[in-house]
């Protein structure tokens, strides 16, 4: 299976991303893109996933498109035929796990508790998303589980922002974290491909800071 981890922790940020109109998929991602951010990670949230991962694979080939908040084997398999590279689900869905398993796709299972970083591990998985990260415990949950899993990387999602970034990013099992920050929703209604671009910039900036 081909592992698109290093790609992810390049980059370091993963934009959770809620596609309102079918036409906004293009420009959002565009503008992401120019931010410096070439992760997306598109979510069943909305009814136009899957031709947004589709549009999003087929015109901006430099993006990494995933697929998140997947809660079915039919939207995986959607998301894939779509181009989707990997698969991001906010729970353990042993299911969905189990299919992109059998289909060698990458998948990045949201855990929050010790007992499903061990569900995680009994499938073979070390890679995964913690979510959601700020209510579940933050970073400091992160730093303890990381004793007993010294194995195992998270990428945090969850009232994640430039302020907490590090929090996350400093500890050594933190491969990216992920949010909805630099794409907050009043920016996506109004159509502000700008500010998208700038923010995203400035989350760029903070990362490197
Ligand atoms: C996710 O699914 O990863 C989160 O909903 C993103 O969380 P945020 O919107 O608080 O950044």
Request: proline letters at 12%; charged letters at 30%; a negative charge.
């Given at each position: 299976m081909e592992s698109y981890m290093n790609r992810i922790s390049n980059t370091g940020i993963v934009p959770v991303v809620k596609i309102?109109?079918?036409?906004d998929a293009y420009p959002l991602a565009k503008a992401l893109l120019n931010g410096g951010i070439d992760v997306i990670e598109v979510t069943y949230?909305?009814?136009h996933a899957t031709s947004a991962i589709q549009t999003i694979s087929e015109q901006l080939p430099d993006m990494l498109v995933g697929a998140g908040t997947v809660l079915s084997v039919e939207q995986a398999k959607e998301a894939v035929e779509a181009g989707a590279k990997f698969i991001i689900t906010p729970g353990f869905n042993t299911k969905v796990v189990q299919w992109c398993l059998d289909h060698d796709v990458e998948v990045y299972p949201g855990v929050s508790t010790a007992s499903e970083v061990e569900m995680a591990l009994s499938m073979g998985l070390t890679q995964l998303k913690f979510f959601p990260a700020e209510s579940s415990g933050g970073a400091k949950k992160l730093k303890d589980l990381s004793?007993?899993?010294?194995?195992v990387h998270f990428m945090p999602t969850g009232g994640i922002n430039t302020k907490n970034m590090h929090d996350y990013l400093s500890?050594?099992?933190?491969e990216a974290i992920g949010g909805s920050f630099m794409l907050p929703n009043d920016l996506v209604v109004a159509k502000d491909w700008d500010g998208i671009e700038a923010l995203s910039k400035a989350a760029i900036k903070s990362l490197l800071d």
């Open positions: 309102l109109e079918k036409e949230r909305s009814e004793a007993p899993y010294a194995n500890l050594p099992n933190v």
